[in-house]
C-alpha cells in the first residue's frame, strides 16, 4: 500500500528557473513532513521539513508547501540550480513514529 | 560530528546464505531505522529500534531481523538470502521517536546475492 505517492518520475529544469516537485498522501494521520535529496551513492540527505500544522516552510532557495485538504505536498527550488541535479523524495510520518516514503522524482537542472 | 556509519559499503552474497549489517548512529541519537531501497520503489520501512527495542515494523518476512546495542549501535540481519533481497540497506537515526525531527541517514550497504 503506498502511502506516499510521487507521480513524476523525472523532471527537467533550465538552470535558474523554478523546480517544483510534488508528492501525494492518502493517510490522514500523517502529523510530519519532509524533503530528502540523494545523489548516487549516498544516503538521502535531509532538505527541508513541515508539521501538519503549517502550510508552509522556508529555507533559503527551498520552500515546502501543504495542503492538507487535498493531501499534497510539493517541494519549490528558486532559483534551481545544476548542483540540485539529484533524485528528491517526498516523506510522511504518522502518530506511531514511522516514516513512509515516495518512489522518487529524479531531477536534472541544466546549465 | 560524525554522520550515521554503515559496513560494510558493499557486500556480495550467494542464495541461502546469511548476512549482518551494521550501523552505528550520529552520537546522541538513540533512534535507529533500517530501509531497503530497490530501483523504482523508494524507501521501504523495515525496522526502528530505541532503547534495544523494536519499536516498529514494516512488512517484511521473519527472515528480516534486527537489534540494537546499549551504545545505540544497531545490526540488522538477514538470513536464507534471495535474488530478491538485491538491494540498498540503509539505516538512519534521529535522537529519540515520537518527536517532529528528520531521520539522517547513512550512505547504506550495497547488497547483491548472486
Known amino acids: 500500500d503506498q502511502q506516499v505517492k510521487q507521480n513524476s518520475p523525472s523532471l527537467s529544469v533550465q538552470e535558474g528557473r523554478i523546480s517544483i516537485l510534488n508528492c501525494d498522501y492518502t493517510n490522514s494521520m500523517f502529523d510530519y513532513f519532509l524533503w530528502y535529496k540523494k545523489y548516487p551513492a549516498e544516503g538521502p540527505t535531509f532538505l527541508i521539513s513541515i508539521s501538519s500544522i503549517k502550510d508552509k516552510n522556508e529555507d533559503g532557495r527551498f520552500t515546502v508547501f501543504l495542503n492538507k485538504s487535498a493531501k499534497h505536498l510539493s517541494l519549490h527550488i528558486v532559483p534551481s540550480q545544476p548542483g540540485d541535479s539529484a533524485v528528491y523524495f517526498c516523506a510522511a510520518k504518522n502518530n506511531f513514529n514511522k516514516f513512509y516514503f515516495g518512489s522518487g522524482t529524479k531531477l536534472n537542472v541544466k546549465p | 560530528k560524525a554522520g550515521v556509519t554503515q559496513t560494510p559499503r558493499y557486500l556480495i552474497k550467494t542464495r541461502g546464505q546469511q548476512v549482518t549489517l551494521s550501523c552505528s548512529p550520529i552520537?546522541?541519537?538513540?533512534?535507529v531505522s533500517w530501509y531497503q531501497q530497490t530501483p523504482g520503489q523508494g524507501l521501504q520501512f523495515l525496522f526502528e529500534y530505541f532503547s534495544e527495542t523494536q519499536r516498529n515494523k514494516g512488512n517484511f518476512p521473519g527472515r528480516f531481523s534486527g537489534r540494537q546495542f546499549s551504545n545505540s549501535r544497531s545490526e540488522m540481519n538477514v538470513s536464507t538470502l534471495e535474488l530478491g533481497d538485491s538491494a540498498l540497506y540503509l539505516c538512519?537515526?534521529?535522537?529519540?521517536?515520537?518527536?517532529?525531527?528528520?531521520?539522517?541517514f547513512g550512505d547504506g550497504t550495497r547488497l547483491s546475492i548472486l
Open positions: 552520537s546522541g541519537h538513540r533512534s
Open positions: 538512519a537515526s534521529s535522537l529519540v521517536p515520537g518527536a517532529d525531527q528528520p531521520q539522517h
